[in-house]
């Protein structure tokens, strides 16, 4: 495994981030096709900065990933499927995976955000928990690719600094943000209807492979797509 770790571009974060979310929260369509996995990176909560993406653009990062060993291809499926590789790829353990999965999705969030929004893939005992990954993340030594996350300037107001991912490349810590905004993609929601939003995406992210799995055993096109 490298010692240097890998700059990402934001497509190619979103796609890794996307895969290693479906891996846990909807293990039965996975691994994901190409339409499904371009329906996760595209969907419109948990996701900052929303994108619109399409599938030549989806197809270039996997490349780049699977060039990476960050992203396998599964073979012998009958419809191409891809998996990610992120933990061993990166050399970090799972809960740090969590973490920078839900920050290249999601973008910079405090401890306490880190631990709420990384519910649905990872148990953190508590707020500490999340803390000591990230401080061990960001005092990462340069002989294992240096560090990985860093703690950003105290927004105004604000009690508490957020932390950001660094895979695609340094960010300025001294940046803040904008204090109060929703960055889960549901600006005004409350966390019971955005998490009810994200379950339901879930679900038709699941029924769309469902369908996708039964048209390839039939010799069918999905729908949407031609003969």
């Keep these: 495994m ?4 890998p700059t990402l571009s934001p497509i190619e974060a979103r796609v890794l981030g996307t895969l290693m979310e479906k891996a846990r929260t909807v293990p039965d369509s996975y691994p994901l096709t190409l339409n499904t996995l371009l329906l996760g990176c595209n969907q419109k909560t948990s996701r900052e900065p929303l994108m619109e993406l399409d599938e030549a653009q989806i197809l270039t990062a996997i490349e780049t990933l699977q060039a990476l060993q960050l992203v396998r291809e599964v073979s012998g499926a009958r419809v191409r499927r891809f998996e ?3 933990q061993r790829g990166l050399g970090v353990p799972e809960q740090s995976a969590v973490l920078l999965g839900v920050m290249m999705l999601r973008g910079a969030q405090t401890a306490a955000e880190l631990r709420l929004n990384c519910e649905r893939w990872y148990r953190f005992a508590d707020i500490s928990s999340v803390e000591g990954f990230l ?3 960001q005092d990462r030594s340069e002989e294992k690719g240096g560090p990985l996350v860093v ?3 105290r927004a105004p107001g604000a009690r508490e600094q957020r932390w950001a991912h660094l895979l695609c490349g340094p960010v300025d810590a001294t ?3 904008q204090p109060g905004t929703d960055r889960s993609g ?3 929601l409350s966390q019971e209807t955005q998490a009810r939003i994200e379950r339901l995406e879930s679900d038709v992210t699941l029924l769309r492979a469902t369908v996708e799995q039964l048209c390839s055993e039939l010799g069918l096109s999905p729908p949407g797509q031609s003969q």
């Design 175 to 177: 940046q803040t943000g």
């Design 151 to 153: 703690k950003l300037a």
């Design 84 to 86: 990610h590789n992120a």
């Design 186 to 188: 549901g600006a005004g």
């Design 2 to 5: 490298s010692t240097s770790t």
């Design 135 to 137: 401080e061990e993340m």
